[in-house]
C-alpha cells in the first residue's frame, strides 16, 4: 500500500534526489565499518581513519585502506545500485548523493552523483591536492606516491574533517529542490547527511525512506518502507 502511494508519487515526478548509505552495498557483500566484522588487526575505523592517525604512521594507514580496496574490488554492484543508475535516466532533474566511498554506484553505471565522503579509488596529492583514480590493488607501494615524488592520501573524508563545500551545496541544494526525496540503507545518525531529509520535507518534498530497521528519520517521512534496497529500489521505480 506505501509502496503504490510511493510508486505513484515517483511516477509522477520531475525531479527526484536520492541518498545512499552503507546499507545499499550490504547486499554486495561491503563489510561495515562497525562491530567484529570491521575490525582489522584490532584496530577501529575510528582509529585509522583520521589526519592524526595518517601524520603519525602513513603507511599503517594506507595498509589498511589497501585491506579494504582488495576486498571490494571483486565485489558488484547489487539491484538496488542498479535500479539507482536507471533514475537518473528517467527524471529530468535527479541527483545522487552517497556517503559510501566504495564505488558500487559508479560501477552501475551512476553519473549524476556526488560523493559526501570521498571514494576509495581515488588518491589525493599531498603536494597539490590533485585528484586522480587508482584502481591497483594490491599496491605496489605503501604510502604510494604521486609523480612529483610527493606522498599520496586516499581521497576520503576522514573523521575530524570537513565536507567539499562544493559537494555539501549540491547535496543541499537537491533536497530543497526536489519534488521526491529517497533516503535508503543509511541509519541517518551521521551529519550532515542525517539532516537532508528534513530539509526535503520542510521544502515541500515527498520523502520515501527504504531500511529495514527504524531510524531517527522514520517518524518524519512520507512512505517508510521497511525492506532491503536490493529488493525496494527495483520495485519503486
Ligand atoms: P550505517 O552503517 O550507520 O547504517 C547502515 C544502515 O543500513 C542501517 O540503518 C541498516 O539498518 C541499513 N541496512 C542494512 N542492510 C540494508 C539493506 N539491505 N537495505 C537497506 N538498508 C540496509 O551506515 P551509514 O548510514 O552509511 O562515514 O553511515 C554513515 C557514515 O558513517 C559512513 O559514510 C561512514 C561512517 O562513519 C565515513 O566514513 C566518513
Known amino acids: 500500500m506505501e509502496l503504490e502511494k510511493a510508486r505513484k508519487k515517483l511516477a509522477e515526478a520531475g525531479s527526484v534526489a536520492i541518498l545512499t548509505g552503507a546499507g545499499v552495498s550490504a547486499e554486495s557483500g561491503v563489510p561495515t565499518f562497525r562491530g567484529e566484522g570491521g575490525l582489522w588487526r584490532n584496530y577501529r575505523a575510528e582509529e585509522l581513519a583520521t589526519p592524526d592517525a595518517f601524520e603519525r604512521n602513513p603507511s599503517l594507514v594506507w595498509e589498511w585502506?589497501?585491506?579494504?580496496?582488495?576486498?571490494?574490488?571483486?565485489?558488484?554492484?547489487?539491484?538496488?545500485?542498479?535500479?539507482?543508475?536507471?533514475?537518473?535516466?528517467?527524471?529530468?532533474?535527479?541527483?545522487?548523493?552517497?556517503?559510501?566511498?566504495?564505488?558500487?554506484?559508479?560501477?552501475?553505471?551512476s553519473r549524476k552523483m556526488v560523493e559526501l565522503h570521498g571514494n576509495i579509488w581515488k588518491v589525493r596529492c599531498l603536494a597539490d591536492g590533485k585528484v586522480s583514480d587508482n584502481h591497483e590493488t594490491p599496491l605496489k607501494t605503501l604510502p604510494p606516491r604521486c609523480e612529483c615524488g610527493?606522498?599520496?592520501?586516499?581521497?576520503?573524508?576522514?573523521?575530524?574533517?570537513?565536507?567539499?563545500?562544493?559537494?555539501?551545496?549540491?547535496?543541499?541544494?537537491?533536497?530543497?529542490?526536489?519534488?521526491?526525496?529517497?533516503?535508503?540503507?543509511?541509519?541517518?545518525?551521521?551529519?550532515?547527511?542525517?539532516?537532508?531529509?528534513?530539509?526535503?520535507?520542510?521544502s515541500g518534498a515527498y520523502v520515501i525512506e527504504i531500511n529495514p530497521e527504524a531510524t531517527p528519520v522514520s517518524g518524519m517521512v512520507d512512505a517508510s518502507?521497511?525492506?532491503?534496497?536490493?529488493?525496494v529500489l527495483p520495485l519503486l521505480v
Open 65 to 109: 585502506y589497501d585491506w579494504r580496496r582488495g576486498i571490494l574490488a571483486p565485489l558488484k554492484p547489487n539491484p538496488g545500485h542498479f535500479a539507482i543508475a536507471g533514475m537518473e535516466k528517467k527524471f529530468d532533474n535527479f541527483l545522487l548523493i552517497t556517503q559510501n566511498v566504495d564505488g558500487l554506484h559508479a560501477k552501475a553505471g
Open 150 to 202: 610527493s606522498m599520496l592520501r586516499p581521497h576520503i573524508v576522514w573523521f575530524g574533517e570537513s565536507l567539499d563545500a562544493g559537494v555539501i551545496e549540491a547535496a543541499f541544494s537537491a533536497a530543497r529542490d526536489c519534488e521526491v526525496f529517497i533516503v535508503a540503507g543509511t541509519s541517518s545518525l551521521v551529519q550532515p547527511a542525517a539532516s537532508l531529509a528534513g530539509i526535503a520535507k520542510e
Open 225 to 231: 518502507i521497511r525492506g532491503k534496497s536490493g529488493e
